[in-house]
């Protein structure tokens, strides 16, 4: 089954510098002096749209004239672009504000079609923006239908599945809807050719000589009656994405929401990539210029690599909740510091009793998050042959290599005391509640020569007259002495 998604963006000139879940208030964005788009408090006090600015001052004094921005389009339309690649690999922009996408492979993945265009209608809120979705086999049909203004003389819906009803939905369209038929607006209504289907009626040679073959084309591409041809976008190679707060945040918390924008384009980088994250950083900006501030860091670590929104979101939440902001912050900026490539699914028949590994992985995450870095810590070992320096503790989230001593290890004993004991002298043998006897050894180390913190010890495997096996060693120096080292099980 065929399925293409028109997003259509109509106050993305103003919701890019305005998202829809600021403060309502009437706003209007201006170009050349004439109105471009407004917001529906601005419309419902009169103004219009190619109004002069003088003229929406007049009937309307409260409303606030924005300069149209297109860098902040741009920008707005890559972040939309990037956040829906979760969905499909497939994205292409399309004219008049709008994006379009072949879901044609992604309908089983996402439940069928109405289930995926809810996904892709609340992630593009999420992000701030107010959409038209329109639905249809065809891409210009799709971008006609999600284009449209309902009015009372049409049915409802903008999302349809088969030919047979895109068609039907297509003739009852205006003609102006084509942008390729706006110089002929005068002469189509004068012979009766309001809408597509009865544009379709009318001889194709004489529509050709009086028309333009661009008129044509479009009509042929919404139909399905000639191939459509795409240049899908290319997703970076690296993650980096910005947003400004539009006001100065004081609160961390205030910083939440701004924030899961960021995670959800990172999602549909890395579900594009085929990669999930295991390390990523999220700046908060201070101010610039003479009295710029150093951004705050908040580096989040993964116990595993990662790519779901919800648990993304979730450690950025507590972390958010801990910091204490030093200066207001005007802007947000998330990068991927390591990623990896994304692991496919457990598909193992039966759930492992007490959760599944990822949970475990998760619950470090989250109690990293909450507790920080050097409160959630794991036994781990380290490339050194000092007994005391090879054992010790790393965060719970950082990644561990692999040790290359596992030849050291054998014949070491199980416990290992803090810090050794000196040992007293009985006949010229070591005592440890009896005259030790030695069973083996000795096992020379020599390290840390490098840190200046040399270690020259003889290992020994004693025995006590209680049969307890003690691991004792012998300094070498001038001065040597015994000391206690480990107890074996």
Known sequence: MKLMLSVHLPLLPLEAQRPCWSEPAPMVVVEHGLVLTMSRQ??????????????VAAIAPQTILLDRAADKEDLALEAIATALMQYTPDITYQSDWSLLLDVSASLTLFKGPHALCLRVLRSVAALGFTLQLGAAPTAEGAWLLARNERRKDQPKGRRVASMERLQQRLNQLPCELIPAAAPFHGWLTDIGARDLGALRRLPRAGLLRRTDKDLLAALD????????????????????????????????????????????QLVGWLTAMQQAVRAFTLYLEHERGRAAITPTALEIMLAEPAWHESHLVRLLKERLGKVEL???????????????????????LFPEPGGTPQDYHRLLELLTARLGADNVLTPATVDDYRPEICNTWLPATARRPKPQLEEVFDGRPFWLLPKPIALLMRDNRPFYGSALKILSGPERLEAGWWNDQTAARDYFVAQGSDASCYWIYLERTTDARWFLHGLYA
């Open 326 to 348: 030093h200066a207001p912050v005007i802007a947000l900026r998330l990068e991927a510091v390591k990623i990896e490539a994304m692991l496919p699914p457990n598909a193992s």
């Open 221 to 264: 591409r919404a139909y399905g009656e000639a191939p459509e041809m795409f240049e899908w976008i290319k997703p970076p190679l690296q993650f980096c994405a910005r947003i400004e707060t539009f006001e100065r945040v004081e609160h961390a918390d205030a910083l939440l929401h701004g924030a899961s924008s960021l995670i959800l």
């Open 42 to 55: 601005a419309a419902q006090a009169g103004v219009r749209l190619g109004m002069r600015g003088g003229g």
